[in-house]
């Protein structure tokens, strides 16, 4: 199967820095989505994105499929943000299942 | 008006024994999905079942067992509860991935809020 990676593994910010996650990706892939894993263990879905930018509040998304990366921006960043952030990704030969990536575990500090 | 649901949220047991969990989503999708997240995070891709058949099967031993008795409901039943099954379980649905975009929908998954599932 495609093989999901993320990185860094662990960040700590401070309060008010910003970040940038990434999700690399072995093969073509026909979604992506990124999810907030929140510290009481709440799947939340943050992004669909496939390819193309897009921004929702202090996040905002960009995949570039065709070398095969997403990066997921956090600016201003806050103590709601801490959790692990996962990407996962779906495939056009196999619909319906997705991939997820180890996560990056995000500690945003006071 | 939860989206994805899961009963229980907690359930200890001990080994041997035989449980199910039940989800249930009122999104109006096609698709549901079984999750398991290891103590490490890791997400892994149990089961998927669109329209109560299913469509995906990964490599689960038999013990696990889902049953869709309608397109709104997905549960996992295990046999045989093992050690090893200790993790936690996400219920998950979506519209159909293969259709969606040719319906110009661009879906996602939701989650349920997860079963923590602890074997003694």
């Known amino acids: 199967g495609i093989q999901v990676e993320q990185s860094p593994p662990d960040l700590i910010l401070q309060e008010g820095a910003n970040s940038t996650l990434r999700c690399n990706f072995s093969d073509s892939v026909n979604n992506l989505q990124w999810f907030h894993q929140n510290p009481w263990g709440q799947l939340i879905n943050l992004f669909y994105?496939?390819?193309g930018t897009k921004q929702n509040g202090r996040l905002s998304a960009t995949t570039v499929a065709t070398e095969r990366y997403s990066l997921l921006y956090i600016s201003s960043s806050q103590t709601t943000d801490s959790g692990v952030y996962f990407c996962a990704v779906g495939t056009t030969y196999n619909f319906n299942k997705f991939y997820f990536g180890s996560g990056t575990k995000l500690n945003v500090k006071p | 008006d939860t989206a994805v649901s899961q009963t229980p949220k907690y359930l200890v047991t001990q080994m041997g024994n035989d449980k199910s969990i039940k989800c249930e989503q009122n999104l109006g999708h096609d698709t549901m999905y079984w999750y398991k997240q290891d103590s490490k995070k890791f997400l892994k891709i149990m089961f998927s079942y669109n329209n109560k058949e299913l469509i995906i099967n990964e490599t689960v031993p038999n013990r696990f067992s889902p049953k869709s008795p309608d397109k709104a409901h997905l549960n996992l039943h295990i046999n045989s509860l093992e050690l090893g099954d200790s993790a936690v379980y996400f219920c998950a649905s979506s519209q159909d991935l293969e259709l969606a975009p040719s319906r110009g929908r661009t879906d996602t998954q939701y989650f349920g809020p997860g079963t923590r599932l602890t074997v003694l």
């Open positions: 994105i496939p390819s």
